[in-house]
Structures are given as structure tokens and as C-alpha cells.
């Protein structure tokens, strides 16, 4: 709420839209990385569904993931079963937005992919010099934990360099502009239209724990008039008041 607010405000508010997705940029590294806990959820769908043929681990390749989370968790999860960096699991996982993924996203939907709707908190554009950029996520910055003095040089950093692109592969769906030259497209319209393009190939769909929020109606009813017909939808959730608003909502306002 607070990021829309910013958003939707003028001048100086737009300054701390940048400082507050700097913080939760470094949030998330501080809490995925100094802590060895990892979402349970993610580790037991991965052990279900990951497949070993001729030595090496895949996913099914009908099974697709399109999330509004922009954490790590998946990634962190499948890093203890392929021992890989942050980066090459997203390579190999095909999960974008990400360093190998980007301008343009070039997405293989004939094999198990995974599209983040928000982007991903966690990739930065590293300035080795004044003239060279590279892209990094989090295994290239640090090997263990982050301490407070490192926390908050690194939250200088992406709030003051404005050319950072952590805040072109983190960004909500509803931010409809290009704050970053560096990033030559859309991204988020990129991840909604191959998001599209899975839903309308999509025969079987699995919603887990999503209460359709009001700042994601827009792009969750342009995924929705993609679906066939005839898709089988199955809810899933704890609360059946949940259910029951997600079943009996007109599909016109989702």
C-alpha cells in the first residue's frame, strides 16, 4: 500500500518509491541469506516434481509457475538439490525476470518455466568502472552473512545510483514506466505477456493461497480471459471465505 501510494504521488514521494524498494531489496537479501531456514512449501513441491534422467535434474516440462512473489525462495530450494549459483539455477530453471533473462525475455514454454509478476529483489547492476556494467544477484555479493555496516553502505548505494537496475527486476506490476536506461524494455509488460501466453495454454490451474488483491485486478483479468474454457481451476486455501469470494467473483472484476 505504501509503494502505491508513493507511486501515485509526485515529486519527492517518487524518490521514496526508490528508497523503499532499496530497502526491501536488502531486506530480503538479509533475511534469505543470514537465515538456513527456507519455505518448507517450496521444498516439498520440489522433491515431488523434480525428475533425475541421465544424471541430471529437471521439472516437468508442462508444469509452470507464474507468481506475485518476488522473494528467493524457489530459487534458494532448488540451489540444495543442484548445489548451483543463484543465477545459473534461474538460467537453468528458466525463471525471469533474472541475469540470463532479460531485454528481451526470451522464455522456452515447451519446458518448465517459472515468471515472477513483481520481478525478482535481488539482482543489482554492478559498475566495475565508470564505463562497464554487470548484472549480479546476491551469490556474487556475499558468501555468508551480511552485517549491519555492509546493510547500510548497500543501501546508499541503490538509493543514490539511480542507474541501478535492482529497481527495473524488482518492480510491481502496476509501475508503468522505465525509470532505468539501461533496461531498454518493459519488463513487467514482458513477464505479464508470457504469463499470458502460459494461461492460454493452460489446462489445469492451481491457485495456492492467492486472495486476488484490488492492485492486481488489471493484470490478474488479463490473465484470466487468456484461460481456454475448458481449463480445470482447483483452489487452494485455508480460508473457506477465501474460496467462496474466489468462486463466486464475476470474472469481469477478479
Given amino acids: 500500500t505504501l509503494a502505491r501510494r508513493y507511486f501515485l504521488s509526485e515529486g519527492v514521494f517518487f524518490n521514496k518509491l526508490v528508497n523503499l524498494k532499496a530497502l526491501l531489496n536488502i531486506f530480503f537479501l538479509q533475511i534469505q541469506i543470514n537465515s538456513d531456514e527456507k ?19 529437471s521439472m516437468p516440462p508442462n508444469v509452470k509457475f507464474v507468481s506475485w512473489n ?8 532448488l540451489k540444495n538439490y543442484r548445489g548451483k549459483r543463484i543465477k545459473d539455477i534461474q538460467r537453468d530453471f ?75 527486476f524488482f518492480r510491481f506490476s502496476w509501475e508503468n514506466y522505465n525509470i532505468n536506461r539501461y533496461i531498454e524494455n518493459d519488463l513487467s509488460q514482458e513477464t505479464q505477456n508470457i504469463a499470458a501466453e502460459i494461461f492460454s495454454d493452460t489446462q489445469i490451474l492451481v491457485i495456492i493461497g492467492y486472495s486476488f488483491p484490488v492492485f492486481n485486478r488489471k493484470v490478474d483479468l488479463k490473465l484470466f480471459e487468456s484461460l481456454p474454457n475448458r481449463t480445470i481451476v482447483y483452489i487452494q486455501d485455508t480460508n473457506a471465505k477465501a474460496r467462496k469470494i474466489i468462486v463466486e467473483t464475476p470474472a469481469a472484476s477478479p
Wanted: hydrophobic share 35%; net charge negative.
Fill in 39 to 57: 519455505d518448507k512449501r517450496y521444498d516439498s513441491f520440489i522433491a515431488t516434481m523434480l525428475e533425475r534422467d541421465a544424471g541430471k535434474l
Fill in 70 to 77: 518476488y522473494d528467493l525462495q524457489l530459487e534458494l530450494s
Fill in 94 to 168: 528458466q525463471i525471469t525476470p533474472s541475469v540470463f533473462l532479460h531485454k528481451p525475455l526470451e522464455v522456452d514454454l515447451d519446458n518448465f518455466a517459472v515468471v515472477k509478476l513483481n520481478g525478482t529483489a535481488g539482482i543489482y547492476d554492478r559498475q566495475r568502472d565508470r564505463n562497464t556494467h554487470e548484472l549480479a544477484d546476491i551469490d556474487d555479493f556475499y558468501a555468508g552473512h551480511i552485517f549491519p555496516k555492509e546493510m547500510i553502505a548497500l543501501f546508499k548505494e541503490l538509493s543514490e545510483n539511480r542507474k541501478t537496475t535492482c529497481l527495473n
